[in-house]
């Protein structure tokens, strides 16, 4: 059994970066690919980014590639996602997620571990 807890959420303007973590509890994370999911008010949980188990490849969504970067401490459990560039249609909470995922990446029934989120807004 792998908890996730995101922290790092909050307000900033538009252009302003911000890093969310998340910290993982359990000894099989460093097995685990792990992963970024957002969900906007009125919209569906969509995939952001995501790290292999080494932390050797990445995988991103088009909307933030070349502005967010996923990476991991497996001696720390935890996965980071560092975003910058920030644009006001990236206002959501986040999710962070893991697992032994099958099927897609970028599909949310892929994933096993979800975190409960934490809410990042982007004003213009």
């Not at 303007?13 to 690919?33: D, E, M, V």
């Not at 949980?45 to 590639?65: C, H, L, N, P, Q």
């Not at 970067?69 to 990236?90: F, G, W, Y």
């Amino acid at each position: 059994q792998v908890q996730l807890v995101e922290s790092g959420g909050g307000l900033v303007q538009a252009g302003g970066s911000l890093r969310l973590s998340c910290a993982a509890s359990g000894r099989t994370f460093s097995s685990y690919a792990m992963g970024w999911f957002r969900q906007a008010p009125g919209k569906e949980r969509e995939f952001v980014a995501a790290i292999s188990f080494s932390g050797v490849s990445t995988y991103y969504a088009d909307s933030v590639k070349g502005r967010f970067t996923i990476s991991r401490d497996n001696a720390k459990n935890t996965v980071d996602l560092q975003m910058s560039s920030l644009k006001p249609e990236d206002t959501a909470v986040y999710y962070c997620t893991g697992g032994p995922y099958s099927g897609s990446r970028t599909a949310v029934g892929s994933w096993k571990y979800w975190g409960q989120g934490t809410q990042v807004t982007v004003s213009s």
